[in-house]
Every structure is written in structure tokens, then in C-alpha cells.
């Protein structure tokens, strides 16, 4: 399974109406390498609304800075805002409101 594959794996796990961060993602994939989730979110083979992973979708809208700020998403962050409002998360000032207690640690 390449290094992409393991964190959708771990993404997936992330509820609808929660988040996580990349920062959490590259613990629990074993590496600090924060910036290279964001690159494995950005390679997600199926594009923006499907966000699938093979057959599984990966729910790459919810994977926030560690601050709660809205980060990368290939196709903006409008879009990212826009997806996470329909699951029920408020955000104001492109920040996650209530972050801590939205935040699922994978």
C-alpha cells in the first residue's frame, strides 16, 4: 500500500460532521510528514465530489490545518467550505467554529 493509499485509509475514518488535520493523519500514518497528506489529498484519483478511494469514499474536505484554518483543496476553498457547511460545520473567518470539539483524532 503506498504512503497515499495508507492516509485515504486513515481519512476515511473521519465522520461526517467532524474533522481532522494533516498534522493528526501523518501521526497515525507513523511520520511528520504533514505537507506530504496534503499532497496525498490533492492525488486523490476521483476528483472533487466523489473523492472516492477505490469504491470507498475519502472525505478529503474534512482534513483542516491544526488550528482549525481551512488549507489546500484542489478545487478551493470555497468549495471545502461549502462541503463541510452541508455537513453542519459553521465557519467563520475561513476558521472551523467550535474546532476542538468538532476535531476526531484518527
Known sequence: ???????????????????????????????????AVGNAMNKNPNGLLSCGYGRKMVPCHRVVGSNGHLHGFAHGLKKKAELLRKEGIRIKNNRIVDFEKLLHRV
Open 1 to 35: 500500500m503506498s504512503f497515499s493509499e495508507r492516509i485515504w485509509q486513515l481519512c476515511r475514518k473521519v465522520p461526517k460532521g467532524k474533522v481532522t488535520t494533516y498534522k493528526l493523519l501523518a501521526e497515525a500514518a507513523g511520520t511528520k510528514a504533514y505537507r
